[in-house]
């Protein structure tokens, strides 16, 4: 199950994009579109600005807009960014490994296994999948 966060991320990055025009969108009206409370929005935003998927302008005419189009912008960078390792268990992510405290060996693991399947299954969505496909 993905967070709230990562809920509220994809469908803030899908608002910029569907507004098709290159003039920033002002967080208030995101948060209405969505219906995404205005300070957890906020929280978002900086996060995924300050992980290069978003940019802002101050001032009149200010908002928040895509650094890239949204046919480059993979959803791989957005699960990331959001919702940290797509792994769902720590000994089979490939940017965020961590043995098991309680596994003594991971060939054997049935765990292991599955979670490999799931981890590659959903890989393989997020790789091909752009946020230009969401809108």
Do not use: F, W
């Amino acid at each position: 199950m993905i967070s709230k966060r990562t809920k509220y991320g994809i469908k803030a990055l899908a608002c910029i994009a569907r507004s098709g025009d290159l003039k920033p969108i002002q967080t208030y009206v995101i948060a209405e579109r969505e219906n995404i409370s205005l300070k957890y929005l906020e929280s978002i935003l900086i996060e995924m600005r300050k992980n290069g998927l978003l940019a802002s302008k101050k001032g009149k005419g200010g908002g928040y807009y895509l650094l890239k189009p949204a046919n480059e912008i993979k959803m791989t960078h957005v699960m990331r960014v959001l919702e940290g390792p797509i792994a769902m268990v720590p000994c089979v992510s490939l940017n965020y490994y961590e043995k098991c405290d309680d596994c003594p060996d991971e060939i054997s693991c049935s765990v292991n296994k599955l979670m490999i399947q799931v981890r590659d299954n959903m890989l393989a969505i997020y790789r091909n999948t752009y946020l230009s496909d969401l809108i």
